[in-house]
């Protein structure tokens, strides 16, 4: 093999963009046109479009849960904030006299963004200043959250009709489906903050080893704080985005288990659950990767009743494919036990 | 005397690690019924000849013999079957587990699959009075002392018909008469016919205990030399590949010196870690703090840092009253604290060397300024180079950095912060010789170039041969103050520490 070759394959970012293009492959067998992409009325239509369509709320959250889970935390509110923060911006634009004004929209996007960050920094208080496990502290606002979104929607789901409130969620900008724009944006802007500045570092050094970097002089508090502040933020924007593309807002439905899809996605871009190091890159891969597994559920006719089956199957191949370990037992041939035949012939076979 | 066949026996061992050759075509064998010790600095190799040995990493080149057999270990256990156990320094049993159960653990004397319980104590009780312990097998692991836990671990390989032992700097963290009781057991398996491959860096151990020695520098064999037949300063001198001379600079005792008073500690204390004290530290000046073990050394440093909060007292710094309730607070005055546990509170271990020495900056400035990538180079690189530090890849991950040059990386954190006090816990335990001598330069450097240290030790020699001062504790207080004069012997202060009084 040449080195070139090698250090490709060993990049941490080969599992994922593999599995990525394997999923894309099999829908190209099973669906017409899916790599078609079409302008229509000065919008891109397309299966692939839709992908990012979809999964740019999945994206969004998964996005702050890479930081907090990189600080060796998890969040699981994040579900219970989608809910909230999509409540409350249905409730304030269904009570306003003229559901289209822009002013009034903006109002109740502010509103419920800045609940967002209070919740993260509820979250934040609860881990950082009072110490409690991150997944008991955010297991509390996980459970009360929903009902907090119950009384928010008074037990009804909110139904708005709104086309500026839309655009958040179904409408297009420049060709491009707002959501993919909000998801580059956030983006772009997490990774100035921690790639070129330095909170990355900070985030990397608390999660692998908080004792010595409180020693280091690093104020822990503070930039865990900041990450879980950041991850409710993120799920406060994904809640506007599902609630606005479906003009409604369900306080039991609405982000219901996301938090579990986003963990998964940080896993498969290779953050490891324990903290330390994290990739961005990598997390907005397994977050494509969950939602085009969500698509080609449908568009390969796997039966209802099996999907999730059929998506816990695929899940753990994914899982197994990205454990070195896995690989090296699989692919290569098992070393040998005790006593066994000489090593020279061994590294033949390894080599080889 | 003949020499009987090798029980063990490895020819042209090769490994590398992603930028490092950690062995070079070492060759290594072991006798049956003889202590032979593994030598070399850190980061020679003596671990990964270990690790590939018992089953933790596989060899790129050579051959491993056991008994006569070529063999290949998939894993430690497999190394284990084949007879090969291992004691590591950090002993690796369950300590909520009692003896008995730790040293069955796996492997319970069973019927019709019941554990059988009074067997298993019977047979504990028989395995450690062979080796002469009498202590209660139903007890807790953690009951017991460190020694007697090392000595389960001990018993517990054996038990597992061990032709080779492999005991990695088992004596690391064992008082004298600890050392003496584990080297009764180890002669006592000696004449067992096991072979013991034994790893320390004290030399007086090895000198007592070791029939036989291999040498290993920079990934090579330097050679292999019978103890009787090697003076302690031929080995040294192998070990580092340069002459003593080098190491004897630093004899004598620094220079006394006027400063002015850089840290005023006034009833400084926290119950139940220190009693109050009162400590003035100069500019430029090395003050050492010595006492035995939990005497309230580490302790004492701690609060100077801010890494504890004080219970009372007070600190001038430059003869203003300063709060130091927080590690940040101490940076912020310009102290720097380099803790004696690396691993638990000093590395981080999944970042590279480059952000682990620049960590401490960064937090100081703040992440919203990050520190620019040439400067990052600049600083990284003149340290390395300063300190030696090997490999010198600055994007070499930490943890594959050998214990010593961790260290490095550690002292180079905080250099890059230019403090004026500088704490330094234990900066040489579990390092080699040449380290420990590139380590002790730098502290006499750094405070003739008008640095203040504070040095904690439990080496008196290296205390003396650095401070100006020396704090002595006992029974977590500090009790004398004493000017490094020409009266003051490593034997006055044993004294002190002892008696409890100044002399």
Known sequence: ?????????????????????????????????????????????????????????????????????????????????????????????????????????????????????????????????????????????????????????????????????????????????????????????????????????????????????????IGSRAVLMTVYTFCALCAGIAGLMISSNVSSADGNNAGLWIELDAILAVVIGGTSLAGGRFSLSGTMLGALIIQTLTTTIYSIGVPPQTTLLFKALVVTIVCLLQSPAFRAKVFHRRRRPTGAPPVAEEKVSVTA | MAEPAPVLRMRGIGKEFPGVKALDGVDFRLLPGEVHALMGENGAGKSTLIKVLTGVYEIDAGTIELGGRQVAFASPLAAQHAGISTVYQEVNLCTNLSVAENIFIGR??????????????????????????????????????????????????????????????????????????????????????????????????????????????????????????????ELVGKMIGRELAELEQLEGRPPAREGAPLVEAVDLGRTGAIEPFTLTIHEGEVVGLAGLLGSGRTEAARLLFGADHAGSGSVKIGGEQVGLRTPRAAIRNKIAFCSENRRAEGLIPELTVRENIILALQAARGWTRPIPRRKQDELVDKYITALNIRPANPDQLIRNLSGGNQQKVMLARWLILEPRLLILDEPTRGIDVGAKAEIQRLVAELSDGGMAVLFISAELEEVLRLSHKVGVLRDRRLIAEIDNDEGLTTDALTETIASGAAT
């Open chain 1, 1 to 217: 093999m040449t080195p070139n070759l090698t250090a490709f394959l060993r990049h941490r970012l080969f599992w994922p963009v593999a599995i990525l293009v394997g999923l894309l492959l099999l829908n190209l067998i099973f669906t017409d046109n899916f790599f078609h992409i079409e302008i229509k009325d000065g919008h891109l239509y397309g299966s692939l479009i839709d992908i990012f369509r979809f999964g740019a709320p999945l994206m969004l959250v998964a996005m702050g849960m890479t930081l907090v889970i990189a600080t060796s935390g998890i969040d699981l509110s994040v579900g219970s904030v989608v809910a909230i923060s999509g409540a409350l911006a249905c409730l304030q634009i269904s009570e306003l006299g003229d559901q289209n004004s822009t002013g009034g929209v903006l109002r109740a996007v502010g509103v419920a963004l800045v609940l967002s960050l209070i919740l993260g920094a509820w979250n934040g208080l609860l881990v950082a200043g009072i110490g409690i496990q991150p997944i008991i502290a955010t297991l509390i606002l996980m459970v009360a959250g929903r009902g907090l979104a119950q009384l928010i929607t008074g037990g009804q789901i909110i139904t708005v009709n709104s086309t500026s409130y839309k655009l958040i969620g179904g409408g297009y900008w420049l060709t491009l489906p707002f959501g993919i724009i909000i998801v580059a944006v956030v983006l772009l802007l997490t990774a100035l903050l921690t790639r070129r500045l330095a909170l990355g570092l900070l985030i990397e050094s608390v999660g692998g080893n908080a004792e010595a970097s409180r020693l280091a002089g």
């Open chain 2, 108 to 233: 319970e004397p069973r019927r019709f699959g019941r554990i059988q319980w009074g067997e298993m104590r019977r047979r504990a009780d028989e395995l450690l009075g062979r080796l002469e312990i009498d202590i209660d097998v139903s007890a807790a692991l953690s009951s017991y002392s460190l020694a007697i836990q090392q000595m389960v671990a001990i018993a517990r390989a054996v038990d597992i018909d061990a032709q080779v032992l492999i005991l990695d700097e088992p004596t690391s963290s064992l008082d004298a008469s600890e050392v003496a009781q584990l080297f009764r057991v180890m002669r006592q398996l000696k004449e067992q016919g096991i072979a013991i491959l034994f790893v320390s860096h004290f030399l007086d151990q090895i000198y007592e205990i070791a029939d036989r020695m291999t040498i290993l520098r920079n990934g090579k064999l330097v050679g292999e030399h019978l103890t009787s037949e090697l003076s302690q300063v």
